[in-house]
């Protein structure tokens, strides 16, 4: 009796053993920044609606928010994948010259760059 259930416990861990080393491996999510873009000019309304499609299809985007702060684009981005210029550049590019609306990156506490400990002040 203690034979079969030695065979089993073995075959049951040969079988576990198997299945996790053909699983591929669990990866983190890619760390995410925050973008802020702010509109400013007579159409950005209509800019908004025609830039946040956009977007949202560009690669590295995770989200593209523009109900939470009046007048900005929040994007969440894979970070050093895509920079604010770069989402500035796609912005600026899908409106041309068609609507008047100034794009720029804010810089915030939202967008602030990561410190260091070698740029940490010193004590």
Not at 113 to 118: D, E, S
């Amino acid at each position: 009796m203690m034979n079969v259930i030695s065979a089993r416990f073995a075959l049951l861990t040969t079988i576990c053993m198997a299945l996790l080393i053909s699983l591929p491996p669990l990866s983190a999510a890619a760390p995410k920044e925050r973008i802020a873009l702010m509109l400013s000019g007579s159409q950005c309304q209509e800019a908004q609606q025609t830039l946040e499609p956009v977007l949202r299809q560009t690669e590295g985007v995770f989200a593209v928010d523009g109900t939470s702060v009046p007048g900005h684009l929040l994007l969440d981005v894979e970070e050093g994948k895509v920079s604010a210029q770069d989402m500035r550049r796609v912005a600026q590019t899908t409106l041309g010259t068609a609507l008047s609306c100034q794009i720029e990156i804010m810089q915030s506490c939202i967008t602030a760059p990561k410190h260091t400990g070698a740029e940490a002040p010193a004590k």
